[in-house]
């Protein structure tokens, strides 16, 4: 079994910084990928990011248009952990931010795994 618990989430103003961090235990050898997810109140839950974890050569991350160049998505597997780093944020970027473990995907459907999810509101 994988366990994922988010952290980082908080209240700031637009343009400032986060990082959500997304610890994993467990089997954290049978992840495939780590990915970002967001949802707003009364929104879908939409994809922001992901990386590869099984494949070691590279993470190949991939954005979502709406936050590629802001946000940066990283691993340490020394700490079995996967960061979002949020820059420039704005208020449209107040979501639940949830970090999930399953196929590597831009479908939430194809991630089996989720995290508790952590608050980020973002005040302008």
């Known amino acids: 079994q994988v366990q994922l618990v988010e952290s980082g989430g908080g209240l700031v103003q637009t343009g400032d910084s986060l990082r959500l961090s997304c610890a994993a235990s467990?089997?954290?050898?049978?992840?495939?990928?780590i990915g970002w997810f967001r949802q707003a109140p009364g929104k879908e839950r939409e994809f922001v990011a992901v990386?590869?974890?099984?494949?070691?050569?590279?993470?190949?991350?991939y954005y979502a248009d709406a936050v590629k160049g802001r946000f940066t998505i990283s691993r340490d597997y020394a700490k079995n952990t996967v960061y979002l780093q949020m820059n420039s944020l704005k208020s449209e970027d107040t979501a639940v931010y949830y970090c999930a473990a399953g196929q590597r995907s831009v479908r939430a459907n194809d991630y089996n795994l989720w995290g508790q999810g952590t608050q980020v509101t973002v005040s302008s």
């Open positions: 467990g089997r954290t050898f049978s992840i495939a990928a």
């Open positions: 990386i590869s974890w099984s494949d070691r050569s590279g993470g190949y991350p």
